[in-house]
């Protein structure tokens, strides 16, 4: 059938049956606020070409069956149309506080007579409403048994929530007010508590703080963009900014909660299966800012509805599980989500219509957050006492160490100090004083040797020198250096110094230690000189060995020397064919001679070595062998 011919048939019931009337009409006073359900019929227009003339006409409306007027997501165009007798004359209003309905067009009859049409919605501007209301609000003015007709045509991409409430003007403004009121005193402690976190943040730099602000902003923008109050007050003529900024805002509010429960319970550094879960959500929902330009309101809605479901159950698994084992912090997150979801689910109960439009319903999703970040900064605040005993721990063992090492400082036997990049002395213990000659620590403080330490030290270019490798190596140097006591005597010690730097890695002062090393300096003494004594006595000893030795081995090397020549004068006498038998005996006589000589005199070395060996073990503690005794020589 086509459009013209329905709506030819139509008109033709009009004319011949009247117009189709509501099935009752309901009386009302000025004294009182009406709730509309079941006095309403509706009428589905899948096609979306009904025209107010069509709809009065078609025979098929249906009553509201429950006490609430919720189609949830529908993909067709809702009329509405009730009928009210007024008893008193006044000025009445209809409230629809329900600000996220794209179109709603509104047709009214008084006594039959047609009122001007008004066309509004969040897809149009603002100012075509007939109040200054964030919400739909319609103005009319009845006499006594005047009746009103009102018929109400709903297009829009999210649920399809129509709650419809009459009442007189003065009763509207008056609910109005305190709804008003306690939106904005809601509204007010999340600002006060974001400022003050945002003032911790900047006090003492911890970035949970800032994490809670970023999310307490988020959901802010949800919450002004989700109650109208953005399109009232920052964009009333741009009303295409209303089908993205709910779902923007929505995501940043879910991305940035999610940011900060991890950071909270720790969960970035945790190396648990959880942190990939909770990794994973948090990568997901990045997303959602993105996909509410590219998708569409009726698509991305349900997608971060299921998705904050999702995370805040998982949030209070997470929470209950890490209570159990006795955090604290966990304790109060999961209290507060758990009242999260509660209103979360409160609110999308009601989107799916099994729940009554009423205000409890229509704000939990912000009473919820609003507990919820009441909750969350109590956590904070003990977060934040929990940190303050901490510190007070750490200041009562800081104390504590500091006494300690004020009593090693001042009760130590070594000598220890402190002065400035100059030279004066900054503090001395008791050792030290006593060290250097000084009855007390006041008397050392009051002499000529507190302005300038190097005065101390007898050789002038040392102080210089240890200044320079301190810099150099910018650690603890040690030298052992002569000072000057003040009973006149000059006296041995260890000073061991090191450069104190601030956190710009500037030299703040020195400090360092002196110990008194004349005993043990002395004992080296001591040893050198015994040693040299050693040495000198065996010098004697090798000198009186080496006369001793070189009588029988000049007389062997002279045996040798006579040996050589006789036979040297044998084998050229053979090979001349002189040898005779007498010059034979003689040569070999003279070699006998020649190596007994020999012989004997070495006999005499070794015997000589053997006395050497046997006098170096017992004077000197070590064996001379021949071959240590041939190295000396």
């Known amino acids: 059938m086509k459009t013209g011919d329905f709506t030819l048939i139509c008109i033709l019931l009009m004319l011949f049956s009247g117009l189709s009337p509501a099935s009752q009409v309901l009386e009302v006073d000025d004294q009182h606020n009406y709730n509309l359900t079941r006095q309403v019929e509706y009428l589905l227009d899948e096609d979306f070409t009904l025209d107010i003339h069509s709809a009065r006409a078609f025979p098929q409306w249906q009553n509201i069956s429950q006490d609430n007027i919720n189609f949830g997501f529908i993909n067709s165009a809702v009329w509405l149309r009730f009928k009210i007798k007024a008893r008193q004359a006044n000025h009445y209003i209809l409230h629809i506080p329900y600000p996220l309905l794209d179109s709603l067009d509104h047709y009214s009859f008084i006594d039959g007579r047609e009122q001007p049409i008004i066309y509004t919605g969040d897809s149009r501007p603002f100012n075509s409403r007939p109040t200054d209301d964030i919400n739909f609000s319609f103005p009319y003015s009845l006499g006594t048994s005047q009746v009103l007709s009102v018929y109400i045509r709903v297009n829009t991409q999210g649920a399809n929530e129509i709650p419809l409430w009459f009442s007189s003007k003065d009763i509207f403004l008056d609910k109005n007010d305190n709804n008003t009121f306690v939106r904005g005193w809601a509204s007010g402690i999340i600002w006060l508590i974001l400022f003050y976190n945002l003032f911790i943040f900047l006090a003492i730099h911890d970035r949970v703080y800032a994490l809670y602000v970023l999310s307490a902003f988020a959901f802010l923008l949800s919450s002004y963009a989700y109650d109208g109050s953005l399109f009232k007050y920052i964009w009333p003529n741009n009303p295409a900014v209303n089908d993205y900024a709910f779902p923007i805002f929505n995501g940043l509010a879910l991305i940035t909660t999610l940011i900060f429960m991890m950071e909270l319970l720790q969960l970035f550094n945790s190396k648990l299966w959880y942190r990939q879960y909770f990794l994973g959500l948090l990568i997901a929902t990045s997303t959602y800012p993105l996909l509410a330009v590219?998708?569409?309101?009726?698509?991305?809605?349900?997608?971060?509805?299921?998705?904050?479901?999702?995370?805040?159950?998982?949030?209070?698994?997470?929470?209950?599980?890490?209570?159990?084992?006795?955090?604290?912090?966990?304790?109060?997150?999961?209290?507060?989500?758990?009242?999260?979801?509660?209103?979360?689910?409160?609110?999308?109960?009601?989107?799916?219509?099994?729940?009554?439009?009423?205000?409890?319903?229509?704000?939990?999703?912000?009473?919820?957050?609003?507990?919820?970040?009441?909750?969350?900064?109590?956590?904070?605040?003990?977060?934040?006492?929990?940190?303050?005993?901490?510190?007070?721990?750490?200041?009562?063992?800081?104390?504590?160490?500091?006494?300690?090492?004020?009593?090693?400082?001042?009760?130590?036997?070594?000598?220890?100090?402190?002065?400035?990049?100059?030279?004066?002395?900054?503090?001395?213990?008791?050792?030290?004083?006593?060290?250097?000659?000084?009855?007390?620590?006041?008397?050392?403080?009051?002499?000529?040797?507190?302005?300038?330490?190097?005065?101390?030290?007898?050789?002038?270019?040392?102080?210089?020198?240890?200044?320079?490798?301190?810099?150099?190596?910018?650690?603890?140097?040690?030298?052992?250096?002569?000072?000057?006591?003040?009973?006149?005597?000059?006296?041995?010690?260890?000073?061991?110094?090191?450069?104190?730097?601030?956190?710009?890695?500037?030299?703040?002062?020195?400090?360092?230690?002196?110990?008194?090393?004349?005993?043990?300096?002395?004992?080296?003494?001591?040893?050198?000189?015994?040693?040299?004594?050693?040495?000198?006595?065996?010098?004697?000893?090798?000198?009186?060995?080496?006369?001793?030795?070189?009588?029988?081995?000049?007389?062997?090397?002279?045996?040798?020397?006579?040996?050589?020549?006789?036979?040297?004068?044998?084998?050229?006498?053979?090979?001349?064919?002189?040898?005779?038998?007498?010059?034979?005996?003689d040569v070999v006589t003279e070699e006998m001679e020649a190596l007994n000589l020999a012989e004997a005199n070495l006999v005499r070395a070794n015997q000589l070595i053997r006395q050497f060996k046997l006098s170096s073990i017992h004077k000197f503690g070590f064996e001379a062998t021949e071959d240590n005794l041939i190295n000396i020589i």
């Open 294 to 585: 590219l998708l569409p309101y009726s698509i991305i809605v349900p997608i971060e509805v299921f998705s904050a479901i999702i995370v805040n159950l998982s949030a209070l698994a997470l929470g209950i599980h890490l209570s159990l084992k006795g955090d604290r912090t966990a304790m109060y997150f999961t209290f507060s989500v758990g009242f999260f979801l509660l209103g979360l689910i409160c609110s999308n109960l009601k989107s799916l219509g099994l729940l009554p439009t009423n205000f409890l319903t229509q704000h939990a999703y912000q009473l919820g957050y609003f507990i919820e970040m009441i909750v969350l900064s109590l956590a904070l605040a003990q977060r934040i006492d929990k940190s303050r005993r901490e510190n007070i721990q750490a200041q009562k063992e800081s104390i504590k160490n500091l006494r300690l090492y004020k009593n090693l400082y001042n009760d130590s036997v070594t000598g220890n100090f402190q002065i400035d990049k100059n030279g004066k002395i900054v503090s001395v213990n008791s050792a030290f004083s006593q060290l250097v000659g000084f009855p007390s620590i006041t008397a050392l403080m009051n002499s000529n040797l507190a302005n300038n330490l190097a005065e101390l030290i007898l050789n002038q270019e040392a102080p210089a020198k240890i200044v320079k490798l301190m810099q150099e190596k910018g650690s603890l140097v040690d030298f052992e250096e002569q000072i000057v006591h003040q009973g006149g005597k000059p006296i041995w010690v260890s000073l061991s110094m090191r450069p104190v730097k601030d956190n710009e890695n500037n030299t703040e002062y020195y400090e360092g230690t002196l110990l008194d090393i004349s005993e043990r300096k002395e004992n080296e003494n001591l040893r050198e000189q015994a040693l040299k004594d050693r040495m000198i006595s065996m010098e004697q000893l090798i000198v009186g060995i080496c006369h001793e030795l070189n009588t029988p081995l000049g007389s062997t090397i002279t045996a040798i020397s006579h040996l050589r020549d006789l036979t040297t004068r044998l084998n050229d006498s053979y090979h001349q064919k002189l040898l005779t038998r007498n010059l034979f005996q």
